[in-house]
Nanobody, 122 residues
Framework: QVQLVESGGGLVQAGGSLRLSCAAS????????VGWFRQAPGKEREFVAR????????RYADSVKGRFTISRDNAKNTVSLQMNSLKPEDTAVYYC???????????????WGQGTQVTVSS
């Protein structure tokens, strides 16, 4: 089983930056990588970004391309999400999750962290 713990959320003004971290423990050889998702009140959970452990292959949602950067540190089993030029519509609870395949559907992710709140004020 994989345990994931997010950190780094908070309150920031529009145009500002935040860096989220996801610490993974108990990673197995079947893990393909880690994805970040977010869920705003009254909305469905949506894909934000994903990275593979082995090659560092990334994928981003169109809404965050050019503003967010996902990275990983294999030695520390951590995945980070650098968020720049934040907008009020980025406000949500952000979750990291483990997957065994290069997918973007939340249903295909096995293990989830508890989430961290990101609030962007206008």
């Amino acid at each position: 089983q994989v345990q994931l713990v997010e950190s780094g959320g908070g309150l920031v003004q529009a145009g500002g930056s935040l860096r989220l971290s996801c610490a993974a423990s108990g990673r197995t050889f079947r893990s393909y990588g880690v994805g970040w998702f977010r869920q705003a009140p009254g909305k469905e959970r949506e894909f934000v970004a994903r990275i593979s452990w082995t090659e560092g292959t990334t994928r981003y949602a169109d809404s965050v391309k050019g503003r967010f950067t996902i990275s990983r540190d294999n030695a520390k089993n951590t995945v980070s999400l650098q968020m720049n030029s934040l907008k009020p519509e980025d406000t949500a609870v952000y979750y990291c999750a483990d997957t065994t395949a290069p997918t973007t559907s939340p249903a295909t992710y096995r293990y989830w962290g508890q989430g961290t709140q990101v609030t962007v004020s206008s």
